[in-house]
DNA sequence: TGCCCGATTAACT
DNA sequence: GTTAATCGGGCAA
């Protein structure tokens, strides 16, 4: 049986926490799968939506760790985000891409696709298959609907430059489960 | 108040 | 490869 993940998981550096999250397991409302990808975000990274300081939007980044930080982006998806470190550091980890596990007919109803390959390969289509908005916006993950569990046995993580932002977009702060078919797109190949 | 832009996705050519 | 969809934050006026 696989170990629960505590808040207290969360309460440390975004760069520690990010690997960890590779091969866990995410469920929100029994629906979800194995964490395949993540991204971090520092609240010194110019790329962090922290990174100006407290607003309405990202309050919930100011606040203590193990909480979800659900956001809109381009006016039309959702991103889920894990609040990190001590709180008011204002880090925080994206939820990039899952392996399908559990409640694959439902997240296949609210995704319009049936490729498995598809459900849950990209920030936006995670949230839409989970049925997370910006309701889950503060909730706390070690509490339902959130489920979430530690990773077991061991994981080849592999790690690269984080995608789709424009400032300081060569930090190499994406991870990934190495070989996996469900990222939202390869790493680029081992050197 | 108004304008520009973004941690995206899917449907085009 | 290109582009539309669509909303809230940040910054200028």
């Known amino acids: 049986m696989p170990r629960r993940l505590s808040r207290a998981f969360f309460k440390r550096s975004v760069h520690e926490v990010a690997p960890d999250l590779i091969g866990a397991t995410l469920l929100f409302g029994g629906v979800g799968g194995r964490v395949v990808e993540v991204e971090a975000y520092h609240h010194t990274d110019p790329a962090a939506h922290s990174f100006r300081g407290p607003t309405n939007r990202n309050a919930v980044m100011f606040g203590p760790p193990g909480h ?28 990039r891409a899952l392996e399908p596990c559990a409640g694959l007919p ?45 990773r077991t046995g061991a994981a080849e993580i592999v790690r690269g ?8 977009a060569d930090r190499p702060w994406r991870y990934g489960l190495k070989g996996s078919r469900f990222l939202s797109k390869p790493f680029p190949s081992a050197a």
Request: with cysteine.
């Open 68 to 95: 979800a930080y659900v956001y809109r982006s381009y006016g039309i998806h959702w991103c889920l985000n894990f609040v990190c470190e001590p709180k008011g550091s204002a880090s925080a980890v994206l939820i």
């Open 106 to 150: 439902v997240m296949r109803r609210r995704r319009g696709v049936t490729a498995e390959r598809l459900l849950c390969s990209g920030p936006g289509r995670v949230c839409e298959a989970l049925a997370i908005t910006c309701a889950a916006n503060g909730f706390a993950l070690d509490e339902p609907p959130f489920e979430l569990f530690a």
């Open 161 to 168: 430059p984080r995608i789709g932002i424009t400032k300081a």
